[in-house]
């Protein structure tokens, strides 16, 4: 394995979803990236990913901003808010969709499990998509439209692979860090995720996209994040190549469980870092807990 180098000032970010308290998960990535970035002498943003507005009040990000001050995270301001960019995803949407990338897909989550001919699933356990509206004719596209139906957008993955093929013969990667920063290039698979949804019924764009999207924005070189991001990385450079955005460096982080091996989650209410601060923890006794100390 070789150092990676990357040419100018690093670039590292932190980028919750405020649709719920921040964890002890939150805190391990949080600190990681800060630390890489320190160790590289970079720059360390936060961006708050609230596409969705309804399930990400601006109260929760904010209290998630001061959970970060309170671990002793410093970040360069001003903070991005995803929901305040709807625009520069639009832009990288209408990109994709002359190149003829996209098709619209009015099909439910019951009509696509009913039409799954086998059990594969998508790397987040979704049944894979079958293609319900990939061929579909421009007039029963119209007449569904002309009826208000919501639809979203997904990626014809075959097109688009056929594309990264047309343009190089050399096999799709990206490239990973492990936590001394030796890098190694590892063979993206983005097929395994289907024809993946890219604008959302009830969003003007998705995580893939905009975080795509978002990376490029702020010249991010260095990503931190999870081993349960893995999988969407395979998928994040496909998009960087369809929309010719520069690839930054992936550390792909262990992650904290429960005494059951489940991942920590503010979906099932694994307790915050703001209710450990009133019970008297301190930024100390959180590094501690996380293997950080």
């Not at 469980?257 to 979906?267: F, I, M, P, Q």
Request: charged share 25%; with cysteine.
């Amino acid at each position: 394995m070789t150092r990676a180098v990357v040419a100018g000032r690093p670039a590292l970010r932190f980028a919750p979803s405020p649709n719920g308290a921040l964890h002890l998960g939150h805190a391990l990535s949080a600190l990681i990236g800060f630390e890489m970035s320190r160790r590289l002498g970079g720059r360390f943003l936060v961006r708050v990913e609230d596409i969705d507005q309804v399930r990400c009040p601006r109260h929760l990000a904010e209290a998630a901003l001061t959970d970060l001050g309170w671990l002793g995270i410093a970040w360069e301001e001003p903070v991005r808010y995803q929901s305040a960019h709807f625009a520069d995803y639009a832009e990288a949407i209408h990109r994709l969709e002359a190149m003829g990338f996209l098709y619209p897909c009015f099909a439910t989550r019951a009509e696509i499990a009913a039409a799954a001919r086998t059990a594969e699933t998508d790397p987040d356990g979704a049944p894979l998509y079958p293609g319900i509206w990939r061929h579909a004719s421009a007039r029963r596209i119209a007449a569904h439209k002309s009826r208000g139906e919501p639809f979203a957008l997904r990626l014809d993955m075959a097109r688009a692979l056929d594309a990264v093929r047309s343009r190089s013969t050399d096999p799709l990667f990206f490239t990973a860090l492990d936590a001394d920063l030796h890098a190694r290039s590892v063979l993206a698979d983005p097929a395994r995720w289907g024809d993946v949804v890219l604008v959302r019924k009830d969003t003007p764009t998705s995580y893939h996209l905009s975080v795509v999207v978002d990376d490029a924005r702020q010249g991010i070189t260095h990503v931190t994040r999870g081993l349960d991001l893995l999988a969407a990385t395979d998928l994040h450079r496909l998009l960087q190549v369809l929309l010719d955005l520069p690839a930054p460096l992936y550390h792909h982080h262990r992650l904290l469980t429960d005494d059951t091996g489940r991942k920590l989650a503010k979906s099932a209410g694994d307790t915050s870092l703001d209710r450990l601060r009133a019970q008297g923890w301190s930024p100390g006794d959180v590094r501690r807990h996380i293997g950080l100390a």
